[in-house]
């Protein structure tokens, strides 16, 4: 079992940062890869970045070079760093871990951008 707890998420204006972070706990060693996902109102929940135990990455086109999915081994925890944030980035961020058998989700974290 593995249990995920995000924070960071809050209310910010266009073009300013927010760092959100996951933090794991449980059977850690079993985890091959984590991920960050986003659920906006009446939308699909969609796929926005993924780091494996490798360090390698892969984000969603839309945000590309604005956000940054980066881990600390040491603390079992994730980050999202989310740069030049707009509208559009509005949603609730969820921590996804993968593991060999299935994936496990934490509570979420409100990210609001408006002026």
């Known amino acids: 079992q593995v249990q995920l707890v995000e924070s960071g998420g809050g209310l910010v204006q266009p073009g300013e940062s927010l760092r959100l972070s996951c933090a794991a706990s449980?059977?850690?060693?079993?985890?091959?890869?984590m991920a960050w996902y986003r659920q906006a109102p009446g939308k699909q929940r969609e796929w926005v970045a993924t780091i494996t135990n490798g360090g390698v990455t892969n984000y969603v086109d839309s945000v590309k070079g604005r956000f940054t999915i980066s881990r600390d081994n040491a603390k079992n925890t994730v980050y999202l760093q989310m740069n030049s944030l707009k509208p559009e980035d509005t949603a609730v961020y969820y921590c996804?871990?993968?593991?060999?058998?299935?994936?496990?989700w934490g509570q979420g974290t409100q990210v609001t951008v408006s002026s």
């Open positions: 449980g059977s850690i060693s079993s985890i091959n890869v």
């Open positions: 996804n871990a993968k593991t060999y058998y299935r994936g496990y």
